[in-house]
């Protein structure tokens, strides 16, 4: 996403403040908040409270254990960059995309509520694989 | 999303016989104004319904329109944002449609009218931000290994290890982790909150997500004091800006803070 060009030291500070129009963040928002009418009320324009489950990971679950431990072991360049400053080393790794990977599927739900035509793939790959976490339990 | 050069072909207003509903986006005072240029879901005008002091804000809408997504999603937001700019609104579910005026007055005004008119009284002047804040996974991570033997020996044992192998190891290695940066997390949570409390009204925790998450939290803040919770926020970015990202989403509608609970 586009967070990466709103980075620290971009107009001065450290701390990031993105506009609140992007979708993601939208989204985030406005999942389950707001006054609730009681159920006679059309919920009509999305299932997006189903979404909403999809894209909460469980921590405590085998796939998440396993993405945890492929994460750390994908840490090879940190052997390689622990003599380089921290931030040039932070740098580099975020050129590398490492973390892009271990959270695509969360950035793949999202993409997969956010719609959109040219999506259409990624959304299918990222329901599917959804489907497998555990579901909120208060909804 | 409204393209606005385009008048918008008004649906007919909701009532007997026709085929709309209202959508309503939330609930303000009547005194509110409107800004003409506002344009609702499927590019609809905006309107007051009121009912004594307060006016649900509403747009026409299909009530068999297909379902919406990015396009609707924005309008609403941008709806409530636009009008949280001036006056206090309280933002009601996403996708919340009624049949017609009758019906918000009997299902959503008539109800619970001063304790709205409370929640709107208790909305006024003040603004909602969302604080979310992210580890550099690899810095997370990296100290982990070096922290922790166990992980150490994990990792070596599983790192180069075809994927099928080491599956029970594979996933005590990540159970440790997580164990570990569920740890951390509490901690540095409780630190960030602990600095941005003072400043705020109210403060909405929810679960942060992913491997990386720290703290995701929508903050009620006197719109006085917003600049400072900038500046000291600025601060705290700069001391772990090696470990943590932080960032700082709104003004906005207070989304948050119309239930009751999440008020300090």
């Known amino acids: 996403m586009t967070v990466q060009s709103q980075s620290r030291r971009s107009g001065g500070g450290y701390l990031q403040r993105p506009a609140p129009s992007g979708l993601a963040d939208v989204i985030e928002i406005i999942l389950d908040k707001g006054i609730v009418v009681d159920a006679y009320v059309r919920v009509a324009l999305v299932g997006i409270e189903l979404l909403t489950i999809d894209l909460r990971i469980v921590i405590a679950s085998v796939d998440t254990y396993l993405r ?17 400053p921290l931030d040039e080393f932070i740098g580099s790794m975020q050129e590398s995309g490492a973390s892009k ?18 999506d259409d793939d990624d959304e299918r790959r990222s329901r599917s694989s959804s489907r497998r976490s555990t579901r909120r339990e208060e909804s | 999303m409204s393209t606005g050069t385009q008048a918008p072909t008004p649906l007919p207003l909701p009532g007997a016989g026709t085929d709309t509903g209202w ?29 004594g002091e307060l006016a649900a804000v509403a747009s026409a809408a299909l009530l068999d329109r297909p379902p919406g997504r990015r ?28 049949a017609d005026d009758q019906d918000v007055v009997d299902h959503l005004l008539a109800p619970s009218t001063d304790d709205l008119a409370t929640l709107l009284a208790d909305l006024q002047g003040r603004t909602q931000l969302r604080l979310t804040a992210t580890y550099r996974q690899e810095v997370l991570l990296a100290g982990l290994v070096a922290d922790d033997p166990d992980i150490a020996r994990l990792r070596d044992l599983t790192r180069d290890a075809p994927e099928e192998a080491y599956h029970a190891e594979r996933v005590q290695l990540g ?42 939290a929508a903050l009620l803040v006197d719109r006085s004091r917003v600049e400072t919770l900038e500046d000291v926020l600025e601060v705290v970015a700069e001391t772990v800006h090696e470990r943590i990202e932080l960032r700082l989403v709104g003004p906005m509608a207070p989304y948050d803070f119309v239930e009751g609970e999440a008020w300090g």
């Open chain 1, 101 to 118: 990977k271990v959270s695509g599927a969360v950035r793949g739900a999202k993409k997969a509520l956010t719609g959109g035509g040219d």
């Open chain 2, 175 to 216: 159970q440790l982790v997580a164990q570990a940066v569920e740890r951390i997390r509490e901690g540095d949570a409780q630190e960030l909150l602990d600095t941005v409390a003072p400043l705020c009204v109210g403060v909405a925790e929810q679960p942060a997500r992913g491997l990386d998450g720290l703290l995701d």
């Open chain 2, 71 to 98: 396009a609707e999603i924005l309008a609403y937001t941008t709806v409530l944002d636009t009008l949280a700019e001036e006056s206090p609104v309280a933002p009601v579910r996403f996708g919340s449609i009624f």
């Open chain 1, 68 to 84: 945890f431990a492929e994460a750390t072991n994908r840490l090879d360049l940190l052997e390689h960059g622990a003599g380089k």
């Open chain 2, 23 to 51: 959508f309503v986006y939330g609930i303000t005072s009547r005194s509110v104004s409107v800004p003409e240029s506002i344009r609702g879901v499927d590019d609809q005008p905006v309107h007051l319904l009121t009912y």
